[in-house]
């Protein structure tokens, strides 16, 4: 481990979800550099050092108590089920508040599932977008009415505050957390090590009706293959719809069903992503980057990823050049 390596620390309370307490140590765990060497140190601290009860028939034993977190880069906070002023109050119990006391000034503080009645609890989300699973939006949102929760997305990202929904939720925002930090390629490789889809945009549904289609039910599989190959081109809905010989109006209903968002929206998140690669790893023009995603024009490109990013394509190549 070098010096260099970004400290990750996860808060493991009474009644965690083993499932969401793993995702950190996993996906940080293996974002490596192409040489092998380790980006982040993840450390797990409990509210005192030793056992740790979880949701399952087991315990979990952590060697850190929460001193550890006077020395985090980013502070992990999954969901917990074992404290109960939060979520029946809403006040932080004095020991998880003197806990939040030691984060220092700055650090980066993430959430997965119900894990953020914790940040709200502590004041941290207010008057600032969030979410949380959907099952538990509506009493998330009579807790805590300061927060702009949106009980819809996979995702938050608000710059130094990250809140994501339920279970795998907590992949996609420790993928986009990676990606942010290290680029797109590192994020590419972790996926893969954890053998996971690399990007699900955090504006994606929580819940889709029908991601897995009923025997001998007609996908859009076939059409979002056949999208991705032809990216470069200017691709209709008209266009999709006709690959699997189905209506608009019937291919976009299926699609939302299945996808989570609408063709638009998605078409323009694979031309996002592929514009990433592109300007991590060629020597390509911004405008040559541009005509291979499918966006036309640089100035169209810039739109896009000052939207979905928040930086320009050269601030982006300049940032995470390989």
Same mark, same amino acid.
């Given at each position: 481990?070098?010096?260099?390596?970004?400290?990750?620390?996860?808060?493991?309370?009474?009644?965690?979800?083993?499932?969401?307490?793993?995702?950190?140590?996993?996906?940080?765990?293996?974002?490596?550099?192409?040489?092998?060497?380790?980006?982040?140190?993840?450390?797990?601290?409990?509210?005192?050092?030793?056992?740790?009860? %979880?949701?399952?028939?087991?315990?979990?034993?952590?060697?850190?108590?929460?001193?550890?977190?006077?020395?985090?880069?980013?502070?992990?906070?999954?969901?917990?089920?074992?404290?109960?002023?939060?979520?029946?109050?809403?006040?932080?119990? $004095?020991?998880?508040?003197?806990?939040?006391?030691?984060?220092?000034?700055?650090?980066?503080?993430?959430?997965?599932?119900?894990?953020?009645?914790?940040?709200?609890?502590?004041?941290?989300?207010?008057?600032?977008?969030?979410?949380?699973?959907?099952?538990?939006?509506?009493?998330?949102?009579?807790?805590?009415?300061?927060?702009?929760?949106?009980?819809?997305?996979?995702?938050?990202?608000?710059?130094?505050?990250? %809140?994501?929904?339920?279970?795998?939720?907590?992949?996609?925002?420790?993928?986009?957390?990676?990606?942010?930090?290290?680029?797109?390629?590192?994020?590419?490789?972790?996926?893969?090590?954890?053998?996971?889809?690399?990007?699900?945009?955090?504006?994606?549904?929580?819940?889709?009706?029908?991601?897995?289609?009923?025997?001998?039910?007609?996908?859009?599989?076939?059409?979002?293959?056949?999208?991705?190959?032809?990216?470069?081109? $200017?691709?209709?809905?008209?266009?999709?719809?006709?690959?699997?010989?189905?209506?608009?109006?019937?291919?976009?209903?299926?699609?939302?069903?299945?996808?989570?968002?609408?063709?638009?929206?998605?078409?323009?998140?694979?031309?996002?992503?592929?514009?990433?690669?592109?300007?991590?790893?060629?020597?390509?023009?911004?405008?040559?980057?541009?005509?291979?995603?499918?966006?036309?024009?640089?100035?169209?490109?810039?739109?896009?990823?000052?939207?979905?990013?928040?930086?320009?394509?050269?601030?982006?190549?300049?940032?995470?050049?390989?």
């Amino acid at each position: 481990m070098t010096a260099q390596a970004h400290r990750v620390v996860v808060l493991a309370r009474h009644g965690v979800i083993p499932f969401e307490l793993a995702i950190p140590a996993r996906v940080f765990g293996v974002a490596r550099t192409a040489d092998g060497r380790a980006l982040y140190d993840v450390r797990t601290c409990g509210l005192e050092p030793g056992t740790v009860s %979880t949701d399952a028939d087991f315990d979990v034993v952590v060697p850190h108590g929460p001193e550890a977190l006077a020395g985090a880069d980013t502070v992990v906070v999954p969901a917990s089920y074992a404290t109960t002023s939060i979520s029946r109050e809403g006040t932080l119990p $004095p020991d998880l508040a003197a806990a939040f006391d030691l984060i220092r000034s700055g650090t980066r503080i993430v959430s997965i599932c119900t894990g953020a009645f914790a940040l709200a609890a502590a004041g941290l989300l207010d008057g600032r977008p969030a979410t949380t699973h959907w099952r538990s939006a509506a009493r998330f949102a009579e807790l805590f009415p300061q927060v702009k929760l949106d009980p819809d997305v996979l995702f938050v990202d608000d710059g130094d505050i990250l %809140t994501s929904a339920g279970v795998a939720a907590g992949i996609d925002l420790c993928l986009h957390i990676v990606r942010r930090d290290f680029g797109t390629a590192v994020a590419n490789r972790a996926a893969r090590r954890c053998v996971v889809p690399p990007w699900r945009d955090g504006g994606q549904a929580q819940y889709v009706d029908q991601p897995v289609p009923e025997p001998a039910a007609p996908t859009t599989a076939d059409a979002r293959s056949w999208a991705l190959a032809h990216l470069d081109q $200017p691709l209709t809905l008209q266009d999709l719809a006709r690959r699997q010989a189905m209506s608009v109006r019937t291919f976009t209903r299926r699609f939302r069903q299945e996808v989570g968002v609408s063709p638009g929206q998605w078409l323009i998140q694979q031309r996002v992503d592929r514009a990433r690669h592109l300007l991590e790893d060629s020597d390509l023009t911004v405008d040559e980057v541009a005509r291979r995603c499918g966006f036309g024009t640089a100035a169209s490109m810039r739109q896009h990823l000052r939207a979905s990013l928040g930086v320009s394509p050269s601030g982006y190549r300049r940032t995470f050049r390989s």
